[in-house]
C-alpha cells in the first residue's frame, strides 16, 4: 500500500518532555540495533522516509528494490502479486539473505523467500538497507547476492487510524487497515495492521487471494525496550510457473497457461486450476538494554510455523509415480497411465534464538553475537483424485522428513585509524547440520521409489575486512569478504543416486567511490561507483544434464565469476530531484560442458572455454525523475534490463530479449482540519505501471534435445516465459486519522 506520512513519534500532550525523549531514543536504539552500519566498506542502499513510501505501489515487497542497483525482478502472474522472484547481480534469491529486524525471513531449505507469504509486507517495514555482494555477518544462510535487511515500522506513540485502499487493472483490489493505542501508562503502545489483497491476475488462471497480519506490543523503561510482535500471512492463488510458450507469444497468446489443460470425457480442452494454498505464522520477542552510552544488549527469540500444498492436475500421468496399480478395462486392455489430481504438502517449524552485545566509544565499535535455529520439516504427497480409477486410492505416494540445525558466532569491529581513516574486520563460524529422511517423490525407470537417506555437516568460516576513507564530501572504502553456501533441498533430492552435490564458496572485493554534497535543504548531489569481483569456487548452476531420475541438474562448476561496475547518481533542485544508476558486468563460467539430452542414446557433450551464465545481464540501468513536494508530486521511473540468457550458453536463440519500462506516478496530499483542533491527513495516488505498454518477459526456462533430425546446432525446443501485463492502472487512497 502507498504510505501516508511517517509514523509520529511523539508523546500525547499529557506526557512529559522528559518521557517523549526517553521513549524515541530506546525506538531509535531498536532500530540500530538490527541495522547494517553505514560506515562499513561495502557497497550500501537504503530505502526510508518517502522514497520507500513513494516506492510502495502495492506490489510484492521485491518490486520496490527495482530502482536499486543491479536488481531484476520477475513475476509468474504478470502483476507483481503472488509468486515473484528477484535477482541482484544475477544471483538468485535463494543467495540473498533476507532479514526483518534481524530475523533470516529463507526458508531453511530452499533457503530463499515466498513472497506470496508476505502480503502487503511494505506496510510493516520502516526501513530497508540493501547490501551488495558477501555483506557483514548476519543470521541465516550465506549472502552470495546481497543482504537484505528489513527494520519494522516505529510505533505510533500517538494514537493512530490508517485506512489503505487501492484497486485497479486486472480485478485487483487491495484493502489495509493500520492502528496504535498511542503510549499508554507512560510505557507501553500496542499497534496492528491487516491487509488483504485480490486480483484476477494478467496471466491465464493466476487469479489470487492474499491476506496478512501485524500486531505488535511494546514496551519502554528507562534503559530497556521490548517488543512482541506476530505477522502472519495465508494465501491461495493461481500457478503459472510454466511460463507462456514462445511459440504461443509469437501467435498473439501472451497469457496463455497450460496449468491443469486436458481433455474431458467428450474430447473438449478444459482446464483445472493449479492453485498454491499456505498460511504462515511467526513470533518475535525481542528486547534492547542499554546500561551505558556505549554498551547496547539486544537478543531475540523467534519461532515460524507454516504449513500449506500445492493441487496440480497431471494429465495422462504414469500411475507408478504415484504408488497407483495398473488396471484392466473392460476390453483387457492394461491402463498405466490416466489424468489425475496431486497434492504436495509441506509443514515447517523453524525456531531460535539471537544474541549480541554492541559496545561503542569515540573511536571504537565492536558487536559480537550468537545465534541458533532448529528446524523441522515434513513433507508428504496424496492423490485425492484419479479420473476413472476403478480401485480405491492409497495414502501418501511420498514421505520424507528434514531437520536443519543452524548455529552461528561472530565478532565484526570498526576502528578509527585517523580522523579519516576507518579499519573493519567480521569474522564469523557457521554451522549446519541438515538431514533427510524418508522416500521421495522421484521414481527410476525401473519404477523404484527415490530413498531419502541424508546427512551433511558444513563447518564454515567467512571472514571480512576492509578500509574506508571518509571525508565531508568524498568515501573511499575496499574490502574483501569470503562466504560459504550449503546445497539446497532440491539440490539432493533432484539429483539421484549418483551426483552429490557440493557447498559453494565465494570470494568477494569490493572497491568504491562516493562524492555527496549538499547545501541546505533544497540543494544536493551525489555520485558514485563501486567496482566488484565475485569468484566462485563449486557453483551450483544448471547444466542440462538430467540425473538417473530424469530430473534437471544442478551441477557443481569449478570456477565462475561475476565482475562489474555499479555507477550512481542523484541530484535535488528545489522541487525537482533525479537518481539514477548502471551496472555493466561480465559474468562467466570458465571451461563449461553443456550436455544437451539426446533420445538416441547418451547425452551430447559441448564444452565452451568460457560462457555467459543465465539471467545474468550485462546491462542493467534506472532512473527516477520526480516532481513536487510533500503535498502535490509527479514521478517517472524507467528501467532497463539486458540481455537475459536462458541457460548457459550464450546463445542468443535461447533468451530474453532486453526490456524497457516506464512507471508513472502521481500524488496529492490534503488535511482536513476538523473539531477540538482534531485534522484527518488523505493521501490520493493514481500510479500508471508499463506506461508505453512495453511486451517483455522477465524470466523463464528452457529445454533442448537432440537426436532423430535434431542437431546441436539445431535443436528441439520447449520453453516458457514468464510475460508481465502491458499498461495498467491503480487509483489509491489513504486516510489518517
Same mark, same amino acid.
Given at each position: 500500500?502507498?504510505?501516508?506520512?511517517?509514523?509520529?513519534n511523539?508523546?500525547?500532550?499529557?506526557?512529559?518532555?522528559?518521557? =517523549?525523549t526517553?521513549?524515541?531514543?530506546?525506538?531509535?536504539?531498536?532500530?540500530?540495533?538490527?541495522?547494517?552500519?553505514?560506515?562499513?566498506?561495502?557497497?550500501?542502499?537504503?530505502?526510508e522516509?518517502?522514497?520507500?513510501?513513494?516506492?510502495?505501489t502495492?506490489?510484492?515487497?521485491?518490486?520496490?528494490?527495482?530502482?536499486?542497483?543491479?536488481?531484476?525482478?520477475?513475476?509468474?502472474?504478470?502483476?507483481?502479486?503472488?509468486?515473484?522472484?528477484?535477482?541482484?547481480?544475477?544471483?538468485?534469491?535463494?543467495? =540473498?539473505?533476507?532479514?526483518?529486524?534481524?530475523?533470516?525471513?529463507?526458508?531453511?531449505?530452499?533457503?530463499?523467500?515466498?513472497?506470496?507469504?508476505?502480503?502487503a509486507?511494505?506496510?510493516?517495514?520502516?526501513?530497508?538497507?540493501?547490501?551488495?555482494?558477501?555483506?557483514?555477518?548476519?543470521?541465516?544462510?550465506?549472502?552470495?547476492?546481497?543482504?537484505?535487511?528489513?527494520?519494522?515500522?516505529?510505533?505510533?506513540?500517538?494514537?493512530?487510524?490508517?485506512?489503505?485502499?487501492?484497486?485497479g487493472?486486472?480485478?485487483?483490489?487491495?484493502?489495509?487497515a493500520?492502528?496504535?493505542?498511542?503510549?499508554?501508562?507512560?510505557?507501553?503502545?500496542?499497534?496492528?495492521?491487516?491487509?488483504?489483497?485480490?486480483?484476477?491476475?494478467?496471466?491465464?488462471?493466476?487469479?489470487?487471494?492474499?491476506?496478512?497480519?501485524?500486531?505488535? %506490543?511494546?514496551?519502554?523503561?528507562?534503559?530497556?525496550?521490548?517488543?512482541?510482535?506476530?505477522?502472519?500471512?495465508?494465501?491461495h492463488?493461481?500457478?503459472a510457473?510454466?511460463?507462456?510458450?514462445?511459440?504461443?507469444?509469437?501467435?498473439?497468446?501472451?497469457?496463455?497457461?497450460?496449468?491443469?489443460?486436458h481433455?474431458?470425457?467428450?474430447?473438449? $480442452?478444459?482446464?483445472?486450476?493449479?492453485?498454491?494454498n499456505?498460511?504462515?505464522?511467526?513470533?518475535?520477542?525481542?528486547?534492547?538494554?542499554?546500561?551505558?552510552?556505549?554498551?547496547?544488549?539486544?537478543?531475540?527469540?523467534?519461532?515460524?510455523?507454516?504449513?500449506?500444498?500445492?493441487?496440480?492436475?497431471?494429465?495422462?500421468?504414469?500411475?507408478?509415480?504415484?504408488?497407483?496399480?495398473?488396471?484392466?478395462?473392460?476390453k483387457?486392455n492394461?491402463?498405466?497411465?490416466?489424468?489425475?489430481?496431486?497434492?504436495?504438502?509441506?509443514?515447517?517449524?523453524?525456531?531460535?534464538?539471537?544474541?549480541?552485545?554492541?559496545?561503542?566509544?569515540? +573511536?571504537?565499535?565492536?558487536?559480537?553475537?550468537v545465534?541458533?535455529?532448529?528446524?523441522?520439516?515434513?513433507?508428504?504427497?496424496? @492423490?485425492?483424485?484419479? +479420473?476413472?480409477?476403478?480401485?480405491?486410492?492409497?495414502?501418501?505416494?511420498?514421505?520424507?522428513?528434514?531437520?536443519?540445525?543452524?548455529?552461528?558466532?561472530?565478532v565484526?569491529?570498526?576502528?578509527?585509524?585517523?580522523?579519516?581513516?576507518?579499519?573493519?574486520?567480521?569474522?564469523?563460524?557457521?554451522? @549446519?547440520?541438515?538431514?533427510?529422511?524418508?522416500?521421495?517423490?522421484?521414481?527410476?525407470?525401473?519404477?523404484?521409489?527415490?530413498?531419502?537417506?541424508?546427512?551433511?555437516?558444513?563447518?564454515?568460516?567467512?571472514?571480512?575486512?576492509?578500509?574506508?576513507?571518509?571525508?565531508?564530501?568524498?568515501?573511499?572504502?575496499?574490502?574483501?569478504?569470503?562466504?560459504?553456501?550449503?546445497?539446497?533441498?532440491?539440490?539432493?533430492?533432484?539429483?539421484?543416486?549418483?551426483?552429490?552435490p557440493?557447498?559453494?564458496?565465494?570470494?568477494?572485493?569490493?572497491?568504491?567511490?562516493?562524492?555527496?554534497?549538499?547545501?541546505?535543504?533544497?540543494?544536493?548531489?551525489?555520485a558514485g561507483?563501486?567496482?566488484?569481483?565475485?569468484?566462485?569456487?563449486?557453483?551450483? =548452476?544448471?547444466?542440462?544434464?538430467?540425473?538417473? %531420475?530424469?530430473?534437471?541438474?544442478?551441477?557443481?562448476?569449478?570456477?565462475?565469476?561475476?565482475?562489474?561496475?555499479e555507477?550512481?547518481?542523484?541530484?535535488?533542485?528545489?522541487?525537482f530531484?533525479?537518481?539514477?544508476?548502471?551496472?555493466?558486468?561480465?559474468?562467466?563460467?570458465i571451461?563449461?560442458?553443456?550436455?544437451?539430452?539426446?533420445?538416441?542414446?547418451?547425452?551430447?557433450?559441448?564444452?565452451?572455454?568460457?560462457?555467459?551464465?543465465a539471467?545474468?545481464?550485462?546491462?542493467?540501468?534506472?532512473?527516477?525523475?520526480?516532481?513536487g513536494?510533500e503535498?502535490?508530486?509527479?514521478?517517472?521511473? $524507467?528501467?532497463?534490463?539486458?540481455?537475459?540468457?536462458?541457460?548457459? $550458453?550464450?546463445?542468443?536463440? +535461447?533468451? %530474453?530479449?532486453?526490456?524497457?519500462?516506464?512507471?508513472?506516478?502521481?500524488?496529492?496530499?490534503?488535511?482536513?482540519?476538523?473539531?477540538?483542533?482534531?485534522?484527518?491527513?488523505?493521501?490520493?495516488?493514481?500510479?500508471?505501471?508499463?506506461?508505453?505498454?512495453?511486451?517483455?518477459?522477465?524470466?523463464?526456462?528452457?529445454?533442448?534435445?537432440?537426436?532423430?533430425?535434431?542437431?546441436?546446432?539445431?535443436?528441439?525446443r520447449?520453453?516458457?516465459?514468464?510475460?508481465?501485463?502491458?499498461?495498467?492502472?491503480?487509483?489509491?487512497?489513504?486516510?489518517?486519522?
Open positions: 500500500m502507498v504510505c501516508l506520512l511517517p509514523a509520529l511523539v508523546a500525547a500532550e499529557s506526557e512529559s518532555t522528559d518521557s =517523549i526517553k521513549n524515541v531514543a530506546l525506538d531509535e536504539v531498536l532500530i540500530k540495533a538490527n541495522a547494517i552500519s553505514k560506515t562499513v566498506p561495502m557497497a550500501i542502499q537504503t530505502l522516509g518517502r522514497e520507500l513510501r513513494e516506492s510502495d502495492g506490489r510484492d515487497l521485491p518490486w520496490l528494490l527495482m530502482m536499486t542497483p543491479s536488481v531484476v525482478t520477475s513475476s509468474d502472474n504478470g502483476l507483481a502479486l503472488g509468486l515473484t522472484s528477484f535477482r541482484i547481480r544475477g544471483t538468485d534469491a535463494s543467495r =540473498i539473505n533476507l532479514t526483518y529486524d534481524g530475523v533470516a525471513l529463507n526458508s531453511p531449505e530452499d533457503q530463499t523467500v515466498f513472497w506470496a507469504n508476505m502480503n509486507f511494505a506496510g510493516s517495514v520502516e526501513a530497508i538497507q540493501v547490501q551488495r555482494g558477501v555483506g557483514t555477518s548476519t543470521n541465516g544462510s550465506g549472502a552470495f547476492g546481497a543482504t537484505v535487511t528489513m527494520l519494522s515500522q516505529k510505533p505510533s506513540f500517538k494514537p493512530t487510524t490508517e485506512i489503505y485502499l487501492r484497486g487493472s486486472y480485478g485487483t483490489w487491495q484493502y489495509t493500520k492502528g496504535s493505542t498511542g503510549l499508554m501508562a507512560n510505557h507501553w503502545v500496542a499497534e496492528g495492521r491487516y491487509s488483504q489483497t485480490l486480483t484476477d491476475g494478467y496471466i491465464d488462471r493466476t487469479a489470487g487471494n492474499l491476506g496478512s497480519h501485524y500486531a505488535a %506490543i511494546n514496551y519502554y523503561d528507562d534503559n530497556l525496550a521490548v517488543q512482541l510482535k506476530n505477522f502472519g500471512s495465508f494465501e492463488t493461481g500457478q510457473w510454466n511460463g507462456v510458450p514462445s511459440d504461443s507469444i509469437a501467435a498473439g497468446n501472451r497469457t496463455y497457461n497450460n496449468l491443469g489443460e481433455q474431458d470425457d467428450k474430447g473438449n $480442452t478444459i482446464w483445472k486450476p493449479t492453485t498454491d499456505y498460511v504462515q505464522n511467526n513470533t518475535q520477542l525481542s528486547f534492547v538494554y542499554t546500561p551505558s552510552n556505549s554498551l547496547l544488549l539486544h537478543g531475540v527469540l523467534h519461532y515460524t510455523f507454516g504449513q500449506g500444498y500445492y493441487d496440480d492436475y497431471k494429465a495422462n500421468a504414469k500411475y507408478y509415480k504415484f504408488l497407483l496399480d495398473s488396471y484392466e478395462d473392460d483387457g492394461k491402463i498405466s497411465s490416466g489424468d489425475l489430481v496431486r497434492q504436495k504438502w509441506l509443514r515447517n517449524h523453524n525456531m531460535g534464538g539471537i544474541f549480541d552485545i554492541q559496545y561503542k566509544t569515540e +573511536r571504537f565499535n565492536l558487536v559480537s553475537g545465534s541458533y535455529s532448529y528446524f523441522i520439516g515434513a513433507h508428504w504427497g496424496v @492423490v485425492p483424485f484419479a +479420473r476413472n480409477y476403478p480401485k480405491e486410492l492409497k495414502g501418501n505416494y511420498y514421505d520424507s522428513d528434514a531437520t536443519k540445525s543452524d548455529a552461528a558466532a561472530y565484526k569491529a570498526e576502528y578509527s585509524l585517523s580522523r579519516h581513516l576507518l579499519a573493519y574486520a567480521d569474522m564469523q563460524f557457521r554451522y @549446519v547440520d541438515y538431514r533427510i529422511t524418508g522416500m521421495n517423490d522421484k521414481f527410476f525407470d525401473d519404477h523404484s521409489q527415490q530413498p531419502l537417506n541424508i546427512h551433511e555437516r558444513f563447518p564454515f568460516f567467512n571472514p571480512k575486512a576492509g578500509l574506508s576513507w571518509r571525508t565531508k564530501n568524498h568515501d573511499v572504502y575496499a574490502s574483501y569478504a569470503r562466504a560459504h553456501r550449503e546445497p539446497t533441498r532440491n539440490n539432493y533430492t533432484d539429483a539421484g543416486t549418483s551426483d552429490k557440493l557447498p559453494e564458496t565465494l570470494n568477494d572485493i569490493e572497491v568504491g567511490y562516493q562524492f555527496h554534497w549538499q547545501k541546505g535543504k533544497t540543494k544536493a548531489f551525489q561507483v563501486n567496482a566488484y569481483l565475485m569468484d566462485y569456487d563449486n557453483q551450483l =548452476i544448471q547444466t542440462g544434464q538430467l540425473s538417473d %531420475i530424469g530430473e534437471a541438474l544442478t551441477t557443481n562448476v569449478a570456477d565462475s565469476y561475476r565482475h562489474g561496475i555507477l550512481t547518481a542523484g541530484m535535488k533542485q528545489g522541487l530531484s533525479f537518481s539514477g544508476n548502471c551496472t555493466l558486468s561480465e559474468n562467466k563460467i571451461d563449461f560442458t553443456e550436455y544437451i539430452d539426446n533420445w538416441e542414446g547418451a547425452p551430447v557433450q559441448v564444452n565452451y572455454a568460457k560462457t555467459d551464465l539471467f545474468s545481464p550485462a546491462l542493467t540501468a534506472g532512473g527516477m525523475l520526480r516532481v513536494n503535498k502535490a508530486w509527479g514521478s517517472l521511473s $524507467t528501467r532497463y534490463v539486458g540481455r537475459q540468457y536462458l541457460d548457459n $550458453t550464450g546463445c542468443v536463440e +535461447r533468451s %530474453i530479449d532486453p526490456y524497457c519500462v516506464s512507471d508513472l506516478q502521481l500524488g496529492y496530499a490534503f488535511r482536513w482540519q476538523h473539531y477540538y483542533e482534531k485534522s484527518t491527513d488523505f493521501e490520493l495516488t493514481f500510479n500508471v505501471n508499463n506506461l508505453f505498454n512495453a511486451h517483455y518477459a522477465t524470466g523463464g526456462w528452457i529445454y533442448t534435445a537432440v537426436g532423430y533430425g535434431y542437431t546441436p546446432d539445431n535443436r528441439y520447449e520453453d516458457g516465459l514468464f510475460v508481465q501485463a502491458p499498461l495498467t492502472a491503480f487509483l489509491g487512497l489513504a486516510i489518517k486519522i
